[in-house]
């Protein structure tokens, strides 16, 4: 599966942004998705989850009621969208899919396929 991401950019504190994740090679409604994000000095921490069939999700404490994860199967394409940002969301924000179990949903080393990465910078 090949994973490609867009959509980050520079944005005001409060503002909002989308990003997506477009997929190719393989079935893209087998996997479960998630966006992770890294910021310089820390490790890749979870963002948010969508099953395949985009009913049942889930997000970090940090995102929660700010961030909503959606999936196109038809399209291939999952997104993130971000509200009410803040300067403490800059990161570069990734995607990846796997055929995760609810319990690893929120580990890295669970996902097989990853984006290269989209900057997001919050400025206050």
């Known amino acids: 599966v090949q994973l490609q991401a867009s959509g980050g950019g520079l944005v005001q504190a409060g503002g909002s942004l989308t990003l997506s994740c477009a997929t190719a090679g393989r079935t893209f409604s087998d996997y479960k998705m998630a966006w992770f994000r890294q910021a310089p000095g820390k490790e890749r921490e979870f963002v948010a989850w969508?099953?395949?069939?985009?009913?049942?999700?889930d997000y970090s404490d940090s995102v929660k009621g700010r961030f909503t994860i959606s999936r196109n199967n038809a399209k291939n394409t999952v997104y993130l969208k971000m509200n009410s940002l803040k300067p403490e969301d800059t990161a570069v924000y990734y995607c990846?899919?796997?055929?995760?179990?609810?319990?690893?949903?929120?580990?890295?080393?669970?996902?097989?396929?990853w984006g290269q990465g989209t900057q997001v910078t919050v400025s206050s």
């Open positions: 969508i099953a395949w069939s985009g009913t049942t999700t």
């Open positions: 990846a899919a796997g055929r995760t179990i609810w319990s690893s949903r929120g580990q890295p080393d669970a996902y097989n396929y």
